[in-house]
C-alpha cells in the first residue's frame, strides 16, 4: 500500500513557476514508477510526465516538454513536478500516481492516486 500527497500547487502568475511534491509514504516507494497528471474542469485527465523507480527514464508529454521537470528522491520517498514559464491553460488539479511497473501514459495503469493539489494561473 502506497499513500500520496501532493503539496506544492497555489495561485501563480503566467510565466511564474512552481515546484509541486508528493510525499509517499510506506517503505516500497522506490520499487514504484512515478506519474504527474493533471485535469481541467471538464476535460479528462491528461498524462504530464512518467519517471522510472530509479530515475533512470523519464518520459514527458510533448504539450509540456521543456517547460516541466520530474524527479524523485527515494530516500525522501518523494517525487517533484517542477514547472515554468507556466500559461493559463495550466490550470488543473495536478495528480501524482505509482506505477509498479511502468511510468505509462495510462491513468488506468496505475495503482495509487494522490488526492491533488490545485494550481491557478492568473494573466
Known amino acids: 500500500q502506497v499513500q500520496l500527497v501532493e503539496s506544492g500547487g497555489g495561485l501563480v502568475q503566467a510565466g511564474g513557476s512552481l515546484r509541486l511534491s508528493c510525499a509517499a509514504s510506506?517503505?516500497?516507494?522506490?520499487?514504484?514508477?512515478m506519474g504527474w497528471f493533471r485535469q481541467a474542469p471538464g476535460k479528462e485527465r491528461e498524462f504530464l510526465a512518467g519517471?522510472?523507480?530509479?530515475?533512470?527514464?523519464?518520459y514527458y508529454a510533448d504539450s509540456v516538454k521543456g517547460r516541466i521537470t520530474i524527479s524523485r528522491d527515494n530516500a525522501k520517498n518523494t517525487v517533484y513536478l517542477q514547472m515554468n514559464s507556466l500559461k493559463l491553460e495550466d490550470t488543473a488539479v495536478y495528480y501524482c500516481?505509482?506505477?509498479?511497473?511502468?511510468?505509462?501514459?495510462?491513468?488506468?495503469?496505475?495503482?495509487?492516486w494522490g488526492q491533488g493539489t490545485q494550481v491557478t494561473v492568473s494573466s
Open positions: 510506506g517503505r516500497t516507494f522506490s520499487r514504484y514508477a
Open positions: 519517471i522510472s523507480w530509479s530515475g533512470g527514464s523519464i
Open positions: 500516481a505509482a506505477a509498479l511497473w511502468i511510468a505509462d501514459t495510462r491513468p488506468e495503469e496505475y495503482d495509487y
